[in-house]
Each structure stands twice: as structure tokens, then as C-alpha cells.
């Protein structure tokens, strides 16, 4: 039985030292195997990080180009913003000045009109609101304007100038005052040429 058990246990250790030297074949070729695959795996690690850097890369240029055009566009904006302002501001000033023309003419045009009724008003034939008188030297003098007659109007004249001629012929004297009344007389909006000195 001694020997019998000694050579089960005998057995059994090389049973065991089979079965070990079996274990470690095994892991070394596992290991191996292990290692053959790290490299190619680091490899397509790597090559895979290289690539998602240079996506990222290019997505960052074509960001910061987006970018620039959208500056671009929004300076663009602003100074057409700029110019309709300007051109707000233009036409705010032409639409003032149009007004302010717009109320003057109005002023102007009631006046118009008021003159227009009295100049209705007048009788015809009529003079030019001018007094002459014939002083002792036998020149016409101015004596008086009436009132809104052209005469007055026309801010030329004054009292004591000498009329020397009207529409271009010369009057003096006593016959010449009466000439001249005749001459400076006529249809309502006619027009007559005085020629005064002073």
C-alpha cells in the first residue's frame, strides 16, 4: 500500500507538473497573442485620435471662417443702418424745409389775395397813388403816396422827389402836371414808367 500510494502520489505530481507547465505554455501563448494585438490596437488608437484632431481641427477653421463672415455681414448692416439713418435725418430736414416753404407761401398767398381784393376794389381808370404838384421852378415834385397804392408800394418813392418823365416823356410846368396826371392814369393793371431825380 506504501508503494502504491507513493507512486499515486508520484503521479499525481507530475500530473501536476504536466498540468502547470501546461497552465504556463498556455498564458505565454496568451500572452503573446496579447501583445501581438496591443500594438496594432495603439496603432489604430492613435490613428483614430489623429484623425478626430484634424476633424476637429477643420471644424475650427470652418468656424472662425463663419465667423469673419458673419463680421463681415454685421459691418455691412451697421453701415447701411448708418446710411438709412442719414438718410432719415435728410429727409426729415427736406420734409421741415418743405413745410416751413409750404406755410410761407401760405402766408404769401393770403396776402396775395388781399391785395388781388383790394386792387378789385379800385376804380377804374386808376392812378398809381402818386400827389404831384408843379413847385415855382415849374418842376413836378412829389407832395404825397396814398396809402397801399403802387406808388407807396413799390418803396422807391418818397415825398419831394421830382418826376422828370413818364413812359419816357419828359414833363414840366404847369402843363406837364397835367400830362403827367393824364399819363400816369389809366386801366386797372396797366403799367406805367416813372422817371424820378432827387
Not at 477653421?61 to 435728410?90: F, G, I, M, S, W
Request: charged share 35%; hydrophobic share 40%; net charge neutral.
Amino acid at each position: 500500500r506504501v508503494r502504491s500510494l507513493r507512486a499515486l502520489f508520484g503521479c499525481s505530481v507530475r500530473r501536476r507538473r504536466d498540468l502547470d507547465d501546461s497552465l504556463r505554455s498556455r498564458a505565454l501563448s496568451l500572452w503573446k497573442v496579447v501583445v501581438a494585438a496591443e500594438v496594432p490596437l495603439k496603432e489604430r488608437v492613435r490613428e483614430a485620435l489623429d484623425e478626430a484632431e484634424m476633424r476637429a481641427e477643420e471644424q475650427i477653421r470652418e468656424l472662425e471662417a463663419q465667423l469673419v463672415h458673419a463680421r463681415e455681414d454685421v459691418e455691412a448692416l451697421q453701415e447701411h443702418l448708418r446710411a438709412a439713418l442719414e438718410k432719415q435725418d435728410d429727409l426729415r430736414r427736406v420734409a421741415e424745409e418743405t413745410a416751413t416753404r409750404l406755410e410761407d407761401l401760405g402766408k404769401d398767398h393770403t396776402m396775395l389775395k388781399a391785395e388781388l381784393a383790394r386792387f378789385y376794389r379800385l376804380p377804374s381808370p386808376v392812378g398809381v397813388g402818386i400827389e404831384i404838384d408843379s413847385d415855382l421852378r415849374g418842376l413836378l415834385r412829389v407832395v404825397g403816396l396814398v396809402p397801399d397804392m403802387s406808388g407807396q408800394t413799390c418803396g422807391v418813392i418818397r415825398p419831394g422827389d421830382s418826376v422828370l418823365a413818364v413812359d419816357g416823356q419828359t414833363v414840366s410846368g404847369p402843363q406837364g402836371l397835367e400830362q403827367a396826371r393824364a399819363l400816369m392814369t389809366g386801366k386797372r393793371g396797366t403799367k406805367v414808367t416813372l422817371e424820378v431825380g432827387r
